[in-house]
């Protein structure tokens, strides 16, 4: 299963964007699709999360600002980013899991997509 982020560049503070990612492949579900970001010397933490019932789950620092919404037909997930800060620059990576069309699980990372937040 292969996953594939777009969407990213530089924005102003205050600013929006919004990614998008698509999966892809031998899949026979998604279970869940999620969001997650690594700035510089930091470890990669989970930005958003959204599972096949629709639930929605967001990191502490993003919740009333970031949007989580999923195309089931379309196996894409976008991040809806408002009032972007400077401490939300990181590479913002995707993540698609559930089971293939050979009943294995997956767990598939996109190349991630660069967001800095800058003036």
């Known amino acids: 299963v292969q996953v594939v982020e777009s969407g990213g560049g530089l924005v102003q503070p205050g600013g929006s964007l919004e990614l998008s990612c698509t999966a892809s492949?031998?899949?026979?579900?998604?279970?869940?699709m999620a969001w997650y970001r690594q700035a510089p010397g930091k470890q990669r933490e989970e930005v958003a999360i959204?599972?096949?019932?629709?639930?929605?789950n967001y990191g502490d620092s993003v919740k009333g600002r970031f949007t989580i919404s999923r195309l089931n037909p379309d196996n894409t997930v976008y991040l809806q980013m408002r009032s972007l800060k400077p401490e939300d620059t990181a590479v913002y990576y995707c993540?698609?899991?559930?089971?293939?069309?050979?009943?294995?699980?997956?767990?598939?990372w996109g190349q991630g997509t660069q967001v800095p937040v800058s003036s």
């Open positions: 993540n698609a899991r559930g089971y293939d069309s050979f009943r294995e699980t997956y767990d598939s």
């Open positions: 492949g031998s899949i026979f579900n998604i279970i869940a």
């Open positions: 959204t599972n096949r019932g629709g639930g929605t």
